[in-house]
């Protein structure tokens, strides 16, 4: 059984309010889940590309492995909608060990602390003299980390923190960043 699940929300979401209806566009999507377009349609690919979901006549159809009740599910998301993985661990599947937590869902202990926070942050990676992408995350260290994996030439003399912000806010925040500045990595 895959719990690591409960840490991506486009699958999630599909699964509360998409399962055997017709497939959101990617907009709708992210606006759903709590991320961008471009995050939605990054993850439905995962999802498609793992078998995960399907797509048949545009019908989307998610698998649900983990057999999580998709009426508390969707009761769970709709009522709070910043929900952790961490809580949906604990709800579904019981338990309060932390370090079984963080086994079943494949998490760092650094990750682990990070959900229990509130704060995000908002940051961008200059590169150049110039703002190249604007992204926000719960757990900055990690989000460094990745991007450094994805860009070796970037050091942490890249990264900048723009604002720190309440989760509610974080993606509405980025989104008008983006859209100001326009930064050449945000793209699909």
């Known amino acids: 059984?895959?719990?690591?699940?409960?840490?991506?929300?486009?699958?999630?979401?599909?699964?509360?309010?998409?399962?055997?209806?017709?497939?959101?566009?990617?907009?709708?999507?992210?606006?759903?889940?709590?991320?961008?377009?471009?995050?939605?349609?990054?993850?439905?690919?995962?999802?498609?590309?793992?078998?995960?979901?399907?797509?048949?006549?545009?019908?989307?159809?998610?698998?649900?492995?983990?057999?999580?009740?998709v009426g508390i599910l969707r009761d769970l998301l709709t009522k709070n909608p910043n929900i952790t993985a961490i809580e949906l661990e604990s709800i579904f599947f019981g338990g309060d060990n932390k370090y079984k937590i963080m086994k079943d869902l494949d998490m760092s202990y650094g990750c682990y602390y990070a959900q229990l926070h509130e704060k995000s942050v908002v940051y961008g990676i200059v590169s150049e003299g110039i703002v190249k992408y604007v992204g926000c995350t719960k757990n900055y260290e990690e989000r460094i980390k990745q991007h450094i994996r994805k860009r070796p030439f970037l050091d942490r003399s890249n990264f900048i923190i723009l604002k720190e912000i309440d989760s509610n806010d974080r993606y509405q925040y980025e989104r008008q960043l983006i859209d100001i500045i326009d930064p050449e990595w945000n793209t699909i």
């Open 1 to 69: 059984m895959n719990h690591e699940l409960l840490k991506n929300n486009v699958y999630l979401t599909l699964l509360a309010f998409y399962d055997n209806k017709e497939m959101p566009k990617y907009v709708e999507l992210g606006k759903a889940a709590g991320v961008t377009r471009q995050t939605a349609a990054k993850r439905v690919k995962e999802l498609t590309d793992s078998g995960i979901i399907q797509i048949v006549d545009d019908i989307l159809l998610v698998e649900n492995d983990m057999e999580l009740d």
